[in-house]
């Protein structure tokens, strides 16, 4: 029901926060224009219905709730003295599928924009009451249909990138849909746009629970233009309240829904009973819009990601025949592509491919000498190669090597924080935050980091360590450059890290990590040796090739390092190591020597020699990671029981201890 100029915009933000009193609550009805007798008679059915202490209510918890509540209220009120005629009329309105998205789009339809498909369920062609914030009327809003109006004022777009209007159209249609968009292409206004204008709840299956608040926040704040306050999301996490999770369920068993899009981990979609008998109902009634499944490669068994919860994802089909799937990646090749089809049960969706070629990315292959010296010079490199307000990442394949090149970086000047799965979930929040906000230049990050961060001004990405794939190459390296303007993408190799790779990757298979089988997992990461030892073909070629791209080196323009050695202008020293590298590493700071007390002799026949003792090593010591550790007689001895363990009791699984133990769980960790 609509309740004329006391409702606030539908697209309020919707937040689970619990604050402090309830008299915020009588404020708001007062105005919003209820009457106070109203408001007083209604809220303690209100509160009954929440279960909790009306001094938790709040506007922020549920006053979007709380008006509707009020409106119905008045409504029912009110039918004893309505007319028959104007009953029947409210009734109808009633029962429409959903409620408009803003004023102005029935308006701009009825001074004569085209109308969309009439095959997509548009459920918000209703004209509302006038809004109290009346956008200023734009002279181009006459030619605009109504799918690039919705783009210019809800997302503030005034175009379409390549493709993404197609897409729109197709999902608006209700068919399966399966998306290949490089990183930065607009994958998410693929499936956000349509769910604005779609009857009932987009459900987004997204495997990074922080990439699913990263958007659930940026929906809420979003504010194109007057009258737009936010798309309406919320999100459903293990790591949330009861409360919270209760009062998001009660929002989904609601007749007519405000929220817009549902973000879900393919655990609570694939296993929460709950959830799932919501989305029945949803289902039934016809307000579920579609099924998103956000970085779509993670169901194939052969793909760089595979996670065994996503594989789970095709039981959507078997529980919900008849809603659409909409399947997005930025990462491909053509046999993920079919397995991912086939897993899903959409081997007939609409195929919308976008070209994988970034002409803004520079690429090169530079060599790493995996010493001290080496990471110092590394640290120079940064420092001395980038403009001192460059943002950057810099990938790393272990916590400890995020640790030391970090620790390198500030040393050499370069502010730079770490990010991994080791950190607390503040903490990993605080490092984003700090670097998308400019507060420090440089990212040290495992694999998950920047996924979905909407960071357009990161001007270069370095593979300290060699990535275990090309798919994660290629998506790592597309975090650059976001912003249309040229950024550098460089990855340093030595023959040592490969080995590294090899022998984490069979490690993560031993210890079920969950990463496929070993030898797929092995053959990718043959795939990325023969991009870093390659010193002839076009790195875009290479790498667009792999994705099943043809591409002629012709386009490359220079833009990578073999290209530019094939022209002779490839920088001097470019294959070389970094200036400093083969240098001798300077001395480590020695501990202050702490004055030794003479101790007396245990027999009357003088003093007892004292042997010195091996000093101890200064806190902020760089990790060298390519030198093995010394093996003590205890670890020796330690390492011989294990063994011995190992043969009595050849059944069990047991984990020997070694200093990259965390690199693979890393991987795993970030994902959950």
Same mark, same amino acid.
């Given at each position: 029901m609509c309740y004329q100029n006391a409702r606030p915009s539908p697209y309020a933000s919707i937040r689970l926060c619990v604050m402090s009193s309830l008299p915020p609550l009588l404020v708001l009805a007062a105005n919003r224009g209820f009457e106070a007798?109203?408001? +007083?008679?209604? @809220?303690?059915?209100?509160?009954?219905?929440?279960? /909790? %202490?009306?001094?938790?209510?709040?506007?922020? @918890?549920?006053?979007?709730? *709380?008006?509707? @509540? $009020?409106?119905?209220?008045?409504? !029912?009120?009110?039918?004893?003295v309505e007319e028959p005629q104007a009953k029947r009329q409210r009734s109808a309105r009633s029962d429409e599928p959903c409620l408009p998205v803003y004023p102005l789009f029935a308006k701009a339809a009825a001074r004569g924009a085209p109308a969309a498909s009439a095959s997509a369920p548009l459920g918000w062609a209703r004209e509302q009451e006038a809004s109290q914030h009346e956008p200023a009327p734009l002279r181009e809003d006459s030619s605009l249909d109504l799918l690039d109006l919705a783009n210019l004022k809800v997302f503030g777009n005034r175009a379409f990138r390549p493709k993404q209007r197609l897409i729109c159209e197709a999902a608006l249609a209700g068919r399966d849909v399966f998306v290949l968009m490089p990183t930065g292409g607009g994958k998410s206004l693929c499936f956000q746009l349509p769910a604005v204008l779609s009857a009932g709840i987009t459900v987004v299956c997204s495997p990074l629970l922080s990439l699913i608040q990263d958007q659930v926040s940026a929906l809420l704040r979003l504010h194109a233009g007057p009258g737009a306050d936010g798309v309406p999301a919320s999100y459903l996490s293990s790591g949330q309240s009861s409360s919270e999770y209760a009062a998001v369920l009660r929002e989904l068993r609601k007749r007519r829904p405000t929220l817009k899009l549902l973000y879900v981990t393919p655990e609570q979609l694939v296993h929460g009973s709950r959830l799932n008998e919501a989305l029945a109902g949803l289902a039934a009634s016809g307000m579920l819009a579609r099924f998103v499944v956000d970085e779509?490669?993670? /169901?194939?068994? *052969?793909?760089?990601?595979?996670? =065994? %919860?996503?594989?789970? $994802?095709?039981?959507?089909?078997?529980?919900?025949? +008849?809603?659409?799937?909409?399947? $997005?990646?930025a990462t !491909?090749?053509?046999? /993920? $592509?079919? %397995?991912?089809?086939?897993?899903?049960?959409?081997?007939?969706?609409?195929?919308?491919? /976008?070209?994988?070629?970034?002409?803004?990315?520079?690429?090169?292959?530079?060599?790493?000498?995996?010493?001290?010296?080496?990471?110092?010079?590394?640290?120079?490199?940064? =420092? !001395?190669?980038?403009?001192?307000t460059a943002s950057g990442i810099v990938y790393c394949l272990s916590r400890d090597e995020c640790a030391a090149v970090q620790q390198a970086l500030c040393a050499a000047g370069v502010s730079a924080v770490t990010y991994h799965a080791g950190m607390t979930p503040r903490q990993r929040v605080q490092t984003q935050r700090d670097w998308c906000t400019g507060a420090v230049r440089v990212a040290c990050a495992t694999v998950a980091f920047g996924m979905g961060i909407d960071h357009a001004t990161v001007r270069f990405v370095l593979h300290y360590s060699m990535p275990k794939a090309m798919e994660g190459l290629y998506q790592e390296a597309g975090r650059a450059g976001r912003d249309g303007l040229v950024a550098q993408h460089t990855l340093f190799y030595c023959t040592a890290d490969h080995m590294r790779t090899v022998r984490l990757l069979k490690r993560g298979r031993r210890r079920g990590a969950g990463l496929g089988s070993a030898a797929s997992q092995l053959k990718l990461a043959e795939a990325v040796k023969a991009y870093c030892t390659d010193t002839r073909r076009c790195r875009r070629v290479m790498l667009l090739e792999y994705l099943g791209e043809a591409f002629s080196a012709q386009q490359c323009r220079g833009t990578c390092d073999n290209c530019q050695r094939g022209l002779g202008t490839l920088p001097a020293g470019h294959d070389d190591p970094l200036p400093g590298a083969l240098d001798k590493a300077p001395p480590k700071a020695k501990a202050a020597k702490k004055p030794q007390q003479k101790k007396k002799a245990a027999s009357a026949g003088g003093k007892r020699k004292k042997s010195a003792a091996p000093p101890v090593p200064p806190t902020t010591e760089f990790v060298d990671l390519t030198r093995p550790r010394p093996v003590t007689a205890r670890a020796s001895a330690g390492a011989k029981q294990a063994k011995a363990a190992v043969q009595k009791h050849p059944a069990r699984d047991y984990g020997l201890p070694s200093r990259d133990d965390d690199d693979d769980d890393d991987e795993v960790d970030d994902w959950r």
């Open positions: 007798s109203l408001a +007083r008679r209604c @809220f303690p059915a209100f509160t009954h219905e929440y279960g /909790v %202490d009306p001094a938790l209510l709040t506007e922020s @918890f549920c006053g979007e709730e *709380w008006l509707t @509540f $009020l409106a119905e209220r008045a409504g !029912a009120e009110a039918e004893t779509a490669h993670c /169901v194939s068994t *052969w793909g760089h990601s595979f996670r =065994a %919860d996503y594989k789970e $994802l095709r039981c959507l089909k078997q529980r919900y025949p +008849r809603v659409p799937i909409l399947a $997005l990646t !491909a090749t053509p046999r /993920v $592509l079919q %397995d991912t089809l086939q897993l899903l049960s959409i081997p007939r969706a609409q195929l919308f491919s /976008v070209s994988f070629n970034r002409p803004e990315l520079r690429f090169a292959v530079r060599p790493k000498v995996g010493t001290r010296a080496g990471l110092l010079a590394f640290a120079q490199h940064v =420092a !001395a190669g980038y403009p001192p």
